[in-house]
Structure formats: structure tokens, C-alpha cells
């Protein structure tokens, strides 16, 4: 830790990087993270495969993600489990001679020249330990960026990976100034009317398995057409949770994207839908995972019910 932190401290320009799709934790692990090093005097730009969805706005700088790539004395990935996760970045990132991976996923890989990895339940965790080590104050925009992490990764902390020092760290956090109302105003409750209808749909022509315990949930091309919603930007991630909460073990959505199929698992305390996940090469946690699928819908909503049946038979 003490390489790891002198390596920040002696680097004058840095550039931070997210995965690809990004979700709150990486953005709010990325901004919080860029104003922690901005404090400190350094020169700090953030990059990520994918553009950022206007749902991340609220946040200011997530706006002022992929500008043009200039000269970094060191590059810093946050919440990116593997190398794969970079993108279009990853040839770059692990070709430059000063890197260091910030994460929370025990399964990744360790691409980085220095790699900090700690079982926390959000990355945001691991970049308020960091400000507590450079002693770096923490601001009001800060803190509600890294707030905005947590809130991510823990399902507003409703998820079994919330645990003491979860609440430990957001109640600094809030001490700090965080603006929990400006969270869930901007990006929690915030819906909208195509999003409302495309999620009931999807509700609704669900596939359920009342015997083993699970339902599939289907967002095709035609469906985001139909209700005028932008695929990249659908907030449909956490739709699954609806049958959880009436009792189902599993519940998975499938939105058909350009480049893939994407799903995104979600299951009740006891059952790993990371272990699905890691089946088609993805992973996450145990009852919030994800993976692609390089195939039609139906096929790959196949291949899932299968995985899902094996996994909720071998229980």
C-alpha cells in the first residue's frame, strides 16, 4: 500500500478509467476518485469504452468523460474486474509501464503492474479508504459521487453484500456532505414514461417457472423501438427484482443490444447467479451478476433456462 500510494503521490497527470456499460459504482468510483487526486494538484481525465447514459449526469463530470487522450505519468482502472472490461483501452492500459487496478472483485485478474483488490462491497469503499490515507478532505462532491457507488453496487443497501463497514463509510460519507436526496432524485427514482411502459411489458410477457422458482424476462429490438427507448440507456437492469419479490429464486432480463445479448441476473440471499454468469464469461456478484451472449434472443434465452434449471436442480 505504501508503493501503491506513493505512486499516486509522485504521479503529476493520471487518467482513470471505467468499464465498459458503466454502472454507479465504476462512475461514482471514477468521479470521487478524480477529485480525491484533483485535490492533491494533479491533472486527472477519465475514459471508458462505452459513452456515458445521460442517467449519469446528475453527477457533473461524468460529462466530461472521453475527452481527447493525452500524456499520464500513470493510468488507474477502478472497478474493472478483468482487462477484457477496458475495451477499446485495454492494448493501451496494459502496455503502459505504471498502472494500478482499484476493484472489489475477488475473481478478476490482476492486469495491472499493481493491483489493489479488497472484498469490499462497492469499489466506492476502496476510494474513501484511499482519501483517508492521502489525507485528503473530503467534499460534498465527492462524497455524494462515492455515496452514489455504494447505493450501486449494495442495491441501496438492500443487498447481502452490505455489511457494517458499508454503513460505516456511508455515514462519513454523509457527514462529509453527501446528498443522498440529489442520489435518488437524479438517478434512482428517476424514470421515465417510455422506460415506465417497456419495464411492464417486459413484466408482463415474462416467462415463469413456478416449480424450480424463476422468470425470464425478455427486452427485444422491436420492443425498445416500440416504446422509443434507447437500448444503452434503458435502466432495465433491476426489473428481474420484481418477481423476487413475489417469492421467485431467480429472475433474469435479456435485452437485445447491437453487439450481443446482455443479461442481467438477480436472485434471492442464498442462490449465486454469478456462477450462471461465469457459464457465458461473465460474473459479478452472488445475487447481482451479468454476462453477453453471442446469439439470437431465442437462443440465448435458451441457454439460459437451462443454466438456470441445472443450477436451481443441483440445489
Known amino acids: 500500500m505504501k508503493k501503491f500510494l506513493k505512486l499516486m503521490k509522485m504521479s503529476s497527470s493520471v487518467a482513470i478509467f471505467a468499464h465498459e456499460k458503466p454502472d454507479a459504482d465504476t462512475i461514482g468510483s471514477a468521479v470521487g476518485l478524480r477529485r480525491i487526486l484533483m485535490a492533491m494538484g494533479k491533472q ?4 471508458c469504452e462505452s459513452d456515458i447514459p445521460e442517467s449519469f449526469f446528475f453527477l457533473e463530470e461524468a460529462k466530461t468523460f472521453n475527452k481527447k487522450f493525452g500524456e499520464y505519468d500513470l493510468l488507474i482502472s477502478v472497478d474493472v474486474a478483468t482487462e477484457s472490461m477496458l475495451g477499446k483501452y485495454k492494448d493501451l492500459f496494459l502496455n503502459f509501464s505504471n498502472t494500478i487496478k482499484i476493484d472489489h472483485h475477488l475473481n478478476g485478474s490482476a492486469y495491472a503492474k499493481r493491483n489493489q483488490v479488497k472484498p469490499y462491497s462497492a469499489c466506492a469503499i476502496a476510494i474513501y479508504d484511499i482519501a ?20 450501486g453496487d449494495t442495491g441501496i443497501f438492500r443487498n447481502n453484500n452490505t455489511d457494517s463497514y458499508t454503513f460505516f463509510v456511508a455515514s462519513k460519507l454523509l457527514e462529509a456532505g453527501a446528498n443522498i436526496r440529489r442520489v435518488y432524485n437524479g438517478f434512482f427514482d428517476k424514470k421515465t414514461v417510455p422506460t415506465v411502459k417497456i419495464s411492464s411489458s ?15 424476462l425478455k427486452a427485444s429490438k422491436d420492443d425498445y423501438e416500440k416504446y422509443d427507448v434507447d437500448p444503452e440507456n434503458d435502466l432495465l437492469g433491476n426489473t428481474p427484482n420484481t418477481y423476487l419479490s413475489c ?9 437485445e443490444k447491437d453487439d450481443a445479448i446482455h443479461c442481467s441476473l438477480r436472485s434471492k440471499l442464498e442462490y449465486d447467479v454469478s456462477k450462471i454468469a461465469a457459464i457465458f464469461g461473465g460474473g459479478g456478484h452472488k445475487n447481482a451478476a451479468g454476462c ?3 446469439a439470437t434472443l431465442e437462443q440465448a434465452e435458451d441457454f439460459l433456462r437451462q443454466a438456470i434449471e441445472k443450477y436451481l436442480r443441483s440445489r
Do not use: P, Q, S, W
Not at 486527472?44 to 475514459?47: H, N, P, R
Not at 417486459?202 to 425470464?216: Q, S, V
Not at 417469492?247 to 435485452?255: D, P
Open 292 to 294: 453477453r451472449i453471442i
Open 132 to 151: 483517508e490515507k492521502l489525507k485528503v478532505k473530503i467534499d460534498e462532491e465527492t462524497a455524494t459521487a462515492l455515496y452514489f457507488g455504494i447505493c
Open 202 to 216: 417486459c413484466l408482463l410477457y415474462a416467462e415463469t417457472n413456478d416449480e424450480l422458482g424463476y422468470a425470464i
Open 247 to 255: 417469492g421467485y429464486k431467480i429472475a433474469v432480463i435479456l435485452k
Open 44 to 47: 486527472v481525465d477519465m475514459f
